[in-house]
């Protein structure tokens, strides 16, 4: 190897030694974004809330530098943690302070970190306890910490910090007013003789507003810059009074209403309709929802197993809805890719309605209605395809209702009232001090179960402390919904960032396309066996005690004929349900081929054109 080629590798490892180091110094927390939907780069919502901080805020961010030497993976992580703030601290116009605390172990900072309320972790170098997360305060010496930064929910980094930091700079919480019918809070469950938690929806909405519970005997509602209704049943018409004027007073409302509540149906043991409507408010808002009925949708219905082991069944009313489903020119359905439903009811403008009704969730075409009091004997979700005919309609699930609006008791209402000294009561009349507005703010959504916890999040426990995991947007549905209604919108776009859930479109859609193919043929099939069972049974009856004698020869053989074509049925249908999967198979296996050999193929003859190329300049 002669002096010049020596030369040339000896200054490009100089070079490339000067570039890491420069690079390292002068581009630290540079970042060039190339992931989909920009996953690593500052949302608007984001730069927004910290040029517009009310009040100073300080984080002390806690991490175990030498505990974790061990731990790379953690430690990048720490890192871009680490290298977040310090660009929420240079865009905050001097409004956000980070400290970075370094916890050696054993040190005083540990101790400090613990009382400050940081979850400690074992697994460090030496078996050593690893802390990771903050404190963030305000002027006024208000507090959050985050226990412990958990890894796994990177895509929520962002949207996490900006929430925390936007609650402590805000001298004030939007206060939301809340009403529900169902256990939200949690309960006590008669079926388990156990006490149910707290719906994690209601935790969601916990940490960045300031919730006052409205009574069924609530005169007004008042100071509340949002309602919240839950599944409201039989409500007193005190209360829809008090509805009906702060709405007419352009109070913002969000209900959720539902034809089946399912979290509610078990009743003393036995499945019974438990539903929740509004209909004299929802007459003069100007909406039609039929509580007898709910929703079946053979596209968007998912796939269940009947008990352990059990085969799949598609359930007509267990619907998940993805971006086709939902408006994309509203703000609320801003970044959401999956919304699970169960059990839901129909809505659509009343007819002659004065208000504006725009749909923001609907069902597919392959719908239709369905009486609701088969949900108390459905034992078998399969049997909802027996009559199940598309109406090639899509029906309305949520949507908004704006415009003109009149009181729905223009003549007030007559209440009962106790008298002061307990003896007796007396009647009095409530007149409407709002009578008409002319631009009302509604969001109806006509399911309540989409709230509950096994339709969207999984809670775990993580060294004493309960982690919600979410695997659906039920969540962010109404966190965007509450946020909009009560003017924090620039939240919406924060959460709306860092989705890693990629689902395989092309995948669901030859499953349900071979399944509608077959389906036909399955149901003769199976009609088929049932005929040949019963004529099977007949001729066993007619056996004496189990003596084959006392049939005759014919009947033998239509015996022996019948468990014949049973098991020829029977391998039908074994082949009926192996050719639903072969097209996926095929889809698989064509894409494994483009994986393995024509990918490598491409990189190999752009390398070579390269090659080539730069053959042809150096001999030019």
Not at 95 to 121: C, M, R, T, W
Not at 411 to 423: C, F, P, Q
Not at 522 to 527: F, G, V
Not at 545 to 571: M, Y
Request: charged share 20%.
């Amino acid at each position: 190897m002669n002096s010049s080629i020596i030369l040339k590798l000896v200054s490009a490892f100089v070079a490339l030694f000067l570039i890491i180091l420069l690079s390292s110094n002068l581009l630290s927390g540079v970042r060039l974004d190339l992931s989909e939907g920009g996953l690593y780069s500052l949302s608007d919502g984001t730069e927004s809330i910290l040029e517009n901080l009310e009040s100073d805020v300080t984080i002390d961010y806690y991490f175990s530098e030498q505990a974790t030497s061990q731990l790379p993976a953690l430690r990048t992580y720490a890192k871009r943690v680490e290298e977040l703030l310090t660009e929420y601290e240079s865009k905050s116009n001097g409004k956000l302070s980070i400290n970075k605390i370094d916890l050696a172990p054993f040190s005083e900072q540990e101790d400090e970190a613990a009382l400050a309320g940081l979850q400690s972790v074992p697994g460090g170098a030496r078996g050593d306890e690893i802390y990771f997360g903050l404190v963030a305060k305000n002027a006024a010496g208000r507090e959050e910490v985050v226990p412990f930064i958990q890894p796994d929910k990177e895509a929520f980094l962002e949207y996490d910090l900006t929430r925390l930091i936007s609650a402590l700079s805000r001298e004030t919480l939007p206060k939301i007013g809340i009403y529900s019918g169902a256990d939200i809070r949690g309960g006590f469950d008669v079926m388990s003789r156990q006490q149910t938690p707290e719906w994690a929806a209601l935790q969601f909405i916990n940490d960045n507003f300031d919730l006052e519970w409205i009574e069924d005997d609530a005169d007004a509602i008042e100071g509340v810059d949002m309602l919240l209704l839950i599944a409201p049943q039989d409500l007193s018409q005190r209360l829809q009074l008090a509805i009906d004027q702060y709405a007419l007073s352009g109070g913002k409302v969000m209900v959720f209403v539902d034809p089946y509540i399912e979290t509610m149906a078990m009743m003393n043991g036995m499945a019974t309709v438990q539903s929740s409507n509004i209909s004299a408010l929802f007459e003069s808002w100007g909406v039609a929802f039929d509580e007898s009925q709910f929703i079946t949708d053979f596209e968007n219905s998912m796939v269940v197993s009947l008990g352990q082991g059990g085969q799949p069944t598609r359930h007509l009313g267990l619907l998940s809805l993805g971006p086709n489903a939902l408006s994309q020119d509203d703000v609320v359905m801003f970044g959401l890719e999956s919304i699970n439903l169960s059990s839901v009811g129909a809505m659509s403008a009343a007819e002659g309605a004065s208000t504006v009704f725009t749909p923001v969730i609907q069902s597919s075409a392959q719908s239709a209605l369905a009486d609701v009091n088969v949900l108390t004997t459905l034992n078998d979700p399969s049997t909802l395809m027996n009559d199940f005919v598309p109406t090639e309609q899509r029906y309305t699930i949520a949507a908004r209702v704006g415009g003109p609006a009149e009181s729905a008791f223009p003549d007030g209402i007559t209440v009962s009232e106790e008298l002061a000294d307990g003896e007796g009561s007396v009647d009095l009349k409530l007149e409407p001090s709002v009578l008409s507005s002319e631009n009302v703010n509604i969001m109806i959504v006509a399911d309540s179960d989409v709230l509950s916890d096994r339709l969207w999040v999984q809670v775990q426990n993580f060294f004493g402390q309960q982690i919600i995991s979410p695997w659906a947007d039920n969540g962010s549905l109404l966190l965007n919904s509450v946020e909009n209604l009560s003017g924090q919108s620039e939240l919406i776009s924060i959460r709306g960032q860092g989705r890693y859930s990629r689902p395989f479109e092309r995948v669901e859609a030859l499953q349900r396309d071979a399944e509608e193919r077959f389906l036909a043929q399955q149901e003769a099939l199976e009609a088929q066996l049932i005929a040949t069972e019963e004529q099977m049974f007949e001729l066993e009856q007619m056996r004496d005690g189990g003596d084959v004698v006392s049939l005759t020869e014919e009947q033998n053989k239509a015996l022996l004929r019948f468990q014949e074509e049973k098991l020829k049925i029977r391998k039908q249908l074994r082949d009926v349900q192996h050719q639903l999967d072969q097209d996926i198979d095929a889809l698989g296996t064509k894409l494994k081929l483009i994986n393995i050999f024509l990918v490598p193929v491409l990189i190999c003859f752009f390398a070579l054109m390269l090659g080539f190329r730069q053959r042809r300049i150096a001999n030019a």
